[in-house]
């Protein structure tokens, strides 16, 4: 853009324009991230409350074992979404705690990069709850098109994905990071074997990473999404996770948790509670 004649004023150190506007566009980042995690728990409760209602094959949708796998995946993704969202504005609330400055520094990049990453996708499943009436926005309808189609945009805006996962390399070349993510990890050790497996490479691969090429997969595997369930969510909700998420046991769409889940406690942990709003 350019701007001719224009009178202006200086907000910051002259030619330091782009670290100005980070100091913004750091703050806009965690919006992406609580946004979309928010954006995720409406889609959920959406799909929640319409496939309880809703009758097909002689019972309510939510009754259906594959439906239920659907909902769980969904309901795991959008609570282990939430708690790094929050995880992350803790670090931001906390700017005087050394940890939490370094936690800021990386769990930002990483956060918007994979939470508005997981987000299309969830928010495709969710929509696919609600049938055809979860595409159409016609007639009152249409709350999950519109949660669809909102969701690239916390991705792409504030920095694609490229360049958050680039900015997450910046932020592991200053040092400390691996020793304050092992600590990080450090209250769910002694979990699940995959877990722990997991914890222990991953500050070594913080340490040497270098490569552009595998920053994506990089920052998809900081966001310490187990450790945080760990602290925050029973132990059925941990365990479907790291089976899943880490131990390899699950495919490559939602609905895909090994039987051995715990379906029906993780469900009714995500159905909403009228009498707690
Ligand atoms: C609805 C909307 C509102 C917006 N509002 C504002 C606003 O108010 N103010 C404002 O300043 N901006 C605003 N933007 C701009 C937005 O922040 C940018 O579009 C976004 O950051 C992507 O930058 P770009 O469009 O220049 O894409 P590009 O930088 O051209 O990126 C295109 C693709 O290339 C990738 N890429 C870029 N560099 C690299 C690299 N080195 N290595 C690998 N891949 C790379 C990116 O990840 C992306 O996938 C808005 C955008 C939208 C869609």
Redesign the pocket.
Known sequence: MEFEGADAWLVGEEGRGVPQILEMGSLTRLDCALGTSGLMRQALSQALNHTAQRSAFGKPLIEHPAMRNVLADLALESEASTALALRLARAFDRPEDPHETLMRRLLTPVSKFWLCKRGSHFAQEAMECLGGNGYVESAGEGVLARIYREMP?NS????????MA?DLLRAVRKGEMADALAAELAPARREHAAFDRFADSLPGRIDDAAS?TDARRLAQDVAVQASLLKQHAPDFVVHAFCQSRLAGDWGYAFGTLPSNVDFDSIIQRAVPNPTTT
Do not use: D, T, V
């Not at 792409?156 to 360049?163: K, L, Q």
């Open positions: 945009l792409i805006w504030e920095g694609a994905g490229n360049i680039l552009e």
